[in-house]
């Protein structure tokens, strides 16, 4: 990388949250006295009696997971948000004490019957079925009223909180925008009435030429999708996935997109996997446009990964002390990060030859 000036602790500006991380590179020189060691964390399990996401199994409450063959949905049978939530009583209460009515649905989204997989060793077909119904549970939530966004995500891994390692998402939808997405929704309008331009139309172009200048963030990319260690990233192999197209939601997709899609996704998690020979745990999400009935022109669809793991398969980062109270930190750069990703195989390292 010609750049050596960021070699030295510097900040760096993420426009869409108008956040800024510390970056500080030459703490990787620092020992490491901690475990380092490797777990492949993959069950070869494929069916779990004990799973309630396992076809034909019961769940809490008495309902039964049908003997689904693709992906299944369902309401979460222990939802955060419930579609007929009262408004709290908070009148003539102190202003500071404000509360408001959320109303909302969650539900679960199993991407295949076979327990032991995951999205990094899926098929990609079986991945755009999961893109399919990601699709139209956006565009079935979010025609209802009092619904204005809808959150798609992915928990992978019981470093992340995955409490069930069967391969399932979650569809949370809300009455309100929540906080990251309105942070979005907010830097992207402001761009676009101050540049006449996408914010991520434009990024994507500055990470296209950025080879040349600073050795480049690029992981992997098709013909309809590019995946980064952003600029700005926090978690230090971090990744945004961006559509090439200016798309605001899955329901702007082409067939073709949705299939692109997929295929990206399979990319991204199989690098991930290959890192450090584990099945890497992350949190993954879509952000779209809201659902409030606005055109939301400025809002370009993404993914965002934010995986927690830093030096091996255990490993992890934390985000405590000055991170907590002052600002995010990170010590290996997007740029090395960016490069190791590109350097392992593009096939999972579980395939056997
Ligand atoms: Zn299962
Ligand atoms: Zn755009
Ligand atoms: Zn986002």
Known sequence: MPTTAFQSPHRRYNPLKKQWVLV???????????????????????????????????????????????VYVFDNDYAAL??????????????????????????VLCFHPDHSLTLARMEVADIRRVVDAWTAQYGSLGAIPEINYVQIFENRGAMMGASNPHPHGQIWSTEHIPDEPATETAAQAEYRQQNGSCLLCDYQKVEQEAGTRDGGRIICENEGFLA????????????????????????DFSDEQRSLLADILKQVTTRYDNLF???????MGLHQSPTDGQPHDEWHFHAHFYPPLLRSATV?????GFEMLGMPQ?????????ERLRAVAAEHFTVKK
């Open 24 to 70: 500080s590179p030459h703490r990787t020189q620092r020992p490491w006295q901690g475990e380092v060691n490797t777990a492949s964390g993959f069950s070869d399990v494929h069916y779990d009696p004990a799973c309630y996401l396992c076809p034909g199994n019961e769940r809490a409450g008495g309902a039964t997971t049908p003997a689904y063959e693709h």
């Open 228 to 251: 980064v260690v952003p600029w700005w990233a926090v978690w230090p192999f971090e990744a945004l996935v961006l559509s090439k197209a200016h798309l605001r939601s899955l329901t």
């Open 277 to 283: 020979a584990t099945s890497f745990p992350y949190t």
């Open 330 to 338: 990170r010590d290996i750069t997007p740029e090395s990060a960016a």
């Open 316 to 320: 992890r980062k934390f985000m405590v």
């Open 82 to 107: 419930l579609p007929d939530s009262p408004a709290p009583e908070t009148d003539g209460w102190p202003a500071l004490l404000r509360a408001e009515r959320e109303r909302g649905l969650c539900r």
